[in-house]
């Protein structure tokens, strides 16, 4: 199956048990202080499950699109290194308000996975949550009781708070979940494993797929449990994990979701997928990076210099790093991507299709102002840990004289192998890394950043530009506090007069 086809399959899957499909949400989330980026399905239907909006279809399915960079949610490490956690992401989901349960809920997803795609049983296990004394809640006998029926008891896993129990604050609705795994190891080694092992334990090829989470409670303010009076689920299966193991690859990357990318971008930087890790950890987080990327500005938030705004600033800034140095691109590429993912997108998110060129002039701009300071900056990161280096080793030279093993000379080293705040924060200042950038870096090299005195630095900048200037210190405002909930797409602009009209002056 292709991924359009595995998506379309969900969708009509669902639709089939009287589900409604809906659009997916904007990423960009307007109008909610504790929110900048849809994170999850069900964030577009949180007063549903609060009680505060009426219930217009009681059975509802979709793809969102989620990005996961900040906040509760951060993958962003991730992304690249690992071969299933991306930045964008599109969830399918199906949900129940007031509606079916958990009997309904296993059934469909047993049935979805091993009926509709076929996926091997023997492949399948389960989590359920283990219940948790000291809080006073209870085990979730009843979906251990349910997926007996299509499980063997030694694949129900047991699992803690952390992983089984979904809340979304300290009161409010919450219940245990219900997490599906996928065990893609060869049938080897998935026989030589049982029980206890069988846990996702950091396995690349063990992989959650589907998350099923059944609100079933309300917690009060002095803490207790009190049933909901309508009971409701919420589902999120990652889509690019589900047709990974679909069309049997070890690798999210290697799928048709990213390989149109991946391929584009190896032919235009000469190199070959595959061929060697650094160059493919770099390809996979600019086909990963520029997803993210394009679906927020086209859900209408522009890079900036705070909040959402300069979390994708950021995000384009680590794309372009990695394009420079592990691919050797030196002028602007990213934006090129752009027409690749809308063509890939036509059908399922045409947001970005219908502001193509608007969003791809945009992710130019900000290539074309980084890479004037990149290059630089590079250079000074360089010069900053050799020499630091080389005034460590001969500081140290006694001790390392006893063996000149790499990991000796690592292990006498690395609690003074600290990049200094100060210089992180001269590379933001005047070349624009942003932080976590210049943590990579420092990381890549195995240094660390002293972030106590970076954030100091940092305070004291704010404190003068404050004194100076009583105003943001931002050059753009962010796009969404501009044209609210009306936003309806670029279209209407021209460039020119977007980035004059959103500049501060
Ligand atoms: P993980 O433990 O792998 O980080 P999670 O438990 O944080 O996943 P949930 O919040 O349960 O994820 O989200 C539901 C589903 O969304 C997951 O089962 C997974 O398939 C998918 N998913 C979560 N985070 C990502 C991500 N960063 N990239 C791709 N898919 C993701
Ligand atoms: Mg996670
Ligand atoms: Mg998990
Ligand atoms: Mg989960």
Same mark, same amino acid.
């Given at each position: 199956m292709t991924a359009k086809e595995i998506r379309q399959a969900y969708l009509k899957f669902f639709e089939s048990k009287q589900h409604h499909i809906v659009p997916s949400a904007p990423i960009v989330v307007k109008n909610d202080p504790t929110l900048m980026f849809t994170n999850a399905g069900m964030n577009q239907f949180k007063d549903l499950f609060l009680g505060e909006a009426p219930i217009k279809y009681p059975r509802v399915t979709d793809t969102q699109r989620c990005l996961r960079v900040s906040g509760k949610h951060n993958d962003l490490e991730e992304v690249g290194i690992d071969t299933y956690h991306h930045t964008m992401f599109e969830m399918l989901g199906n949900w129940s308000f007031g509606d079916y349960f958990k009997k309904e809920a296993i059934a469909w997803s047993w049935e979805l996975l091993? $009926? *509709? +795609? &076929?996926? %091997? &049983?023997? &492949?399948l296990y389960v989590s359920i949550f283990e219940g948790d004394e000291k809080e006073g809640l209870p085990r979730d006998t009843e979906a251990y009781e349910l997926w007996k029926q299509f499980v063997p008891e030694e694949k129900i896993i047991l699992g803690n708070k952390k992983d089984n129990f979904w809340e979304m /604050? #300290?009161? /409010?609705p919450c219940g245990p979940c219900s997490e599906i795994h996928v065990d893609c190891r060869s049938e080897e080694e998935r026989k030589a494993v049982s029980g206890k092992d069988l846990v996702n334990a950091d396995h690349p090829q063990v992989i959650e797929i589907w998350n099923n989470v059944f609100m079933q409670f309300n917690r009060l303010k002095d803490g207790s449990l009190q049933p909901l009076p309508a009971q409701h689920v919420d589902t999120g299966m990652g889509f690019e994990r589900l047709v990974r193991v679909l069309q049997e690859k070890?690798? @999210? +990357? #290697?799928?048709d979701v990213f390989q149109p990318m991946i391929q584009f971008i190896a032919k235009h930087a000469g190199v070959v997928y595959g061929a060697d890790e650094k160059t493919d950890i770099a390809m996979r987080v600019m086909a990963d990076h520029i997803r993210a990327i394009s679906f927020v500005i086209a859900d209408g938030q522009l890079p900036s210099n705070n909040k959402a705004g300069y979390v994708i600033r950021r995000i384009l800034r680590r794309a372009v790093r990695y394009a420079y140095t592990f691919? @050797?691109?030196? $002028? %602007?590429?990213? @934006?090129?991507l752009v027409p690749v993912l809308a063509e890939q997108f036509k059908g399922v998110f045409d947001e970005l299709a219908l502001q193509q060129d608007f969003v791809q002039k945009v992710v130019l701009e900000e290539e074309v102002s980084f890479l004037r300071t990149l290059a630089t900056g590079i250079q000074r990161f360089e010069n900053y840990t050799k020499k630091q280096g080389e005034l460590l080793m001969s500081e140290n030279a006694i001790e390392l004289e006893k063996s000149f093993d790499d990991n000796w000379v690592y292990s006498i080293l690395k609690d003074q192998m600290v990049i200094s705040g100060e210089f992180a924060f001269e590379l933001n200042d005047t070349y624009g890394f942003p932080i976590d950038l210049t943590e990579l870096m420092a990381r890549e090299q195995r240094w660390t950043v002293d972030m106590v005195e970076y954030n100091k630095a940092l305070l004291m900048q704010k404190e003068r530009s404050r004194a100076a200037t009583a105003v943001d210190t931002g050059d753009w405002i962010m796009v969404n506090a501009e044209l609210?909930? #009306?936003? *309806? /797409?670029?279209? #209407?602009?021209e460039i020119e007069t977007q980035i004059i009209k959103y500049r501060k002056v």
């Open positions: 091993t $009926e *509709v +795609y &076929k996926i %091997p &049983k023997d &492949k /604050g #300290d009161t /409010g070890s690798s @999210n +990357y #290697d799928t691919l @050797n691109l030196k $002028e %602007p590429f990213l @934006n090129q609210e909930t #009306d936003f *309806v /797409g670029y279209d #209407d602009f």
